[in-house]
């Protein structure tokens, strides 16, 4: 399976040069947030697998703005093709905000998925905005990855970790993908194209 994710920025090359083309070949589209909802609801018309998102910290305008023909995946083991994704959105809590969590608050959100991960015997995806606890997160609040996020990765082992929030053009030290484990975790700032295998 090839899944497209995106992230933070629109890109160009998916928007204002868009091209059929340039899909060909994806299996799934997964937003890990901070995009226009227009944006998804314009890639979900051109494209016939489906389109899941989470919230990032700055999508609290999707109450008024749905991204039309897309899958939120918030809290949920969204299956497709045999690959099983997981949705958590949000960023630590830096002033107020829906989509901003404290440490303990997203805690108390995985604690609460234990039935749909026993039912769906884990899951293979995580999806989310922010990132993992010491996992291509920053040092300060704003951009502090979640500790909840590196015990599901420790505990369930997932193929891939897709985040956003970490924006590569901050001019930091980020990595664009990187290992723990099994897993393999992605900033998919704009956009990225990963593979998960077919024989899960």
């Known amino acids: 399976m090839k899944i497209l994710a995106l992230s933070d920025v ?5 928007w204002d040069y868009f091209k059929p083309e340039y899909l ?7 937003s890990c947030g901070d995009l226009d909802p227009r944006y998804l609801s314009f890639l979900a018309t051109f494209f016939h697998g489906p389109v899941l998102y989470v919230h990032g910290n ?3 305008r999707y109450e008024k703005i749905p991204p039309e023909g897309c899958i939120c ?19 630590m809590r830096y002033k107020p905000g829906t989509w901003q969590f404290t440490q303990r608050e997203m805690s108390r959100r995985v604690r609460r998925l234990w039935l749909k991960l026993a039912l769906h015997r ?3 995806v995580l999806v989310t905005h922010a990132p993992a606890w ?5 040092d300060n609040l704003v951009h502090t990855g979640f500790k909840a996020f590196r ?13 956003g929030h970490v924006h590569l053009n901050y001019g930091m ?28």
């Open 151 to 163: 015990r599901l990765i420790d505990k369930y082992e997932p193929k891939l970790m897709f985040y």
């Open 10 to 14: 629109e890109s160009k090359a998916l």
């Open 173 to 200: 030290d980020s990595p664009r993908s990187q290992n723990l484990g099994n897993t393999t975790v992605v900033n998919s700032y704009e956009r990225y194209v990963a593979e998960i295998p077919d024989n899960l």
């Open 24 to 30: 060909e070949g994806i299996d799934v589209i997964v």
């Open 73 to 91: 995946i918030e809290d949920k083991v969204y299956e497709y093709q045999g690959v099983r994704f997981l949705g958590l959105g949000g960023s």
């Open 134 to 138: 010491q996992l291509g997160d920053y």
């Open 122 to 124: 884990g899951f293979d």
């Open 58 to 60: 700055h999508d609290d």
